[in-house]
Each structure stands twice: as structure tokens, then as C-alpha cells.
């Protein structure tokens, strides 16, 4: 029997999906869309399904507002969470004045529920990135700082959850070495079709090569 693949997360993993209609665009046009095309292509015989449910803009207390219609009522057996870049971006934008991070505290609540409701679901929880270009460029120390700390945040997580870690934000940094930044994220947050292509590689990486390997 196949496998349920649930994709959570904001723009980064949302890419322009479509919310009904044409199966081949209910995946958007990104990182989700190469991981199901890639296993997919090797596995045609195993029926799994892969969905996903990203929201452009969300902030992870966005996930949990919409968690039990968008996560628990799709009872997937893998869950993978890329979400991060929008909390960074709101108190970098100073919205509203004041505001307090809130990331590491609505990211536990968030898999607290899901290992209490779904104990069988296996969890993959996603490195935040950027690189140094674009809305970046101006206050990069900032942004870098902001994002090295949820990163550090998420690889904790992964490890008292017993997740998979996926590391994007060093994948990203050796592929700056290659190319210049804009050719992996266009604006320094969000990816292009090569930086996709690169984040799906990462992703089948880190989980293929681990005990909730799909096959």
C-alpha cells in the first residue's frame, strides 16, 4: 500500500499549486513537484500519493490556525515542514512594531499535536535558508543571524522529535559557490527552477538515506 507524502510550508513549497483541478498542478511547480516526478519515475508500482498544502505568506502560527484541516485530516505518513522565512521577514519589516519571535514556541505546539494525534507519522522538518542578494542584501548580517537561529531551532526540533533533518541553508551556501546567489534564490528567499531542483536533491538525500526511507 502506498504511502501518503504531505508538503507543509509558505510560498517556498506553495509555487503557484493549484487548488483544484488538474492533478499535475495540484503539486505547484517547485521543490514537491521534482520530489513526486523523481519517486514517481523510480517507484511507478508503489501508489504513493504525494500533496501539498504550502500557503504563500504563512507564518508557522499560520500552519497551526489551518493544521487540522490542511495536516491531521490528510493523516499522512510523512509529514515534511519548510517554514521559517516569513517569521524572519515579519520582524525584519518591524510588523507590527514590537513584535515578538514566536517561532520556536508555535513550531513545538505545532509537533507536540501532531505526534499526540498522529504517533505514526514520520516527520521531516526542513532547514530555512537565504542567501545573501536581493531583500537580503541590505541588512544581511540581520537576516542571516535571524535565519542561523531558526535553523538551529528546526535541528533541534528534529532531534527530540526524531525527525529527519533536511540542511538547505548549507546546500545553498556551497551552490553560491558555483554560481552567483541570484541564480539559486532570485530575491535571496525565494528559489528559481535550478534552486528547486537543488532543494528536491536535498530532500531525497537526507530522507532517502534514513530509517523512513520511501520506497
Known amino acids: 500500500m502506498g504511502k501518503v507524502i504531505l508538503f507543509q510550508g509558505d510560498s517556498i513549497t506553495d509555487c503557484g499549486r493549484s487548488r483544484e483541478g488538474n492533478p499535475s498542478q495540484l503539486l505547484g511547480q517547485g521543490y514537491a513537484y521534482h520530489i513526486a516526478g523523481q519517486l514517481g519515475y523510480q517507484l511507478p508500482g508503489a501508489g504513493h500519493q504525494f ?12 500552519l497551526y ?26 520582524i525584519m519589516d518591524r510588523l507590527p512594531s514590537g513584535a515578538t519571535d514566536r517561532f520556536e514556541r ?10 499526540e494525534v498522529l504517533p505514526d507519522t514520520r516527520l521531516v522538518l526542513c532547514e530555512p535558508f537565504v542567501l545573501r542578494t536581493g531583500v537580503t542584501a541590505k541588512e544581511w548580517s540581520a537576516w542571516r543571524e535571524r535565519v542561523e537561529r531558526q535553523s538551529g531551532i528546526v535541528r533541534q526540533l528534529a532531534e527530540e522529535y526524531k525527525a529527519v533533518f533536511v540542511p538547505f541553508q548549507q546546500a545553498f551556501d556551497e551552490a553560491a559557490d558555483k554560481a552567483t546567489p541570484d541564480y539559486w534564490l532570485y530575491d535571496g528567499v525565494h528559489p528559481t527552477a535550478a534552486g528547486h ?15 523512513i526511507a520511501i520506497n
Do not use: F, H
Request: net charge neutral; aromatic share 8%.
Open 106 to 115: 508555535a513550531y513545538r505546539v505545532l509537533l507536540e499535536e501532531t505526534k
Open 197 to 211: 531542483y537543488l532543494m528536491a536533491a536535498v530532500w531525497l538525500k537526507a530522507v532517502q538515506n534514513s530509517p
Open 65 to 90: 490556525a489551518r493544521w487540522n484541516e490542511d495536516a491531521i485530516a490528510v493523516k499522512p505518513d510523512i509529514l515534511s515542514i519548510l517554514i521559517g522565512v516569513n517569521d524572519t521577514w515579519r
Open 51 to 62: 500533496i501539498n498544502r504550502g500557503i504563500s505568506g504563512n507564518l508557522v502560527s499560520d
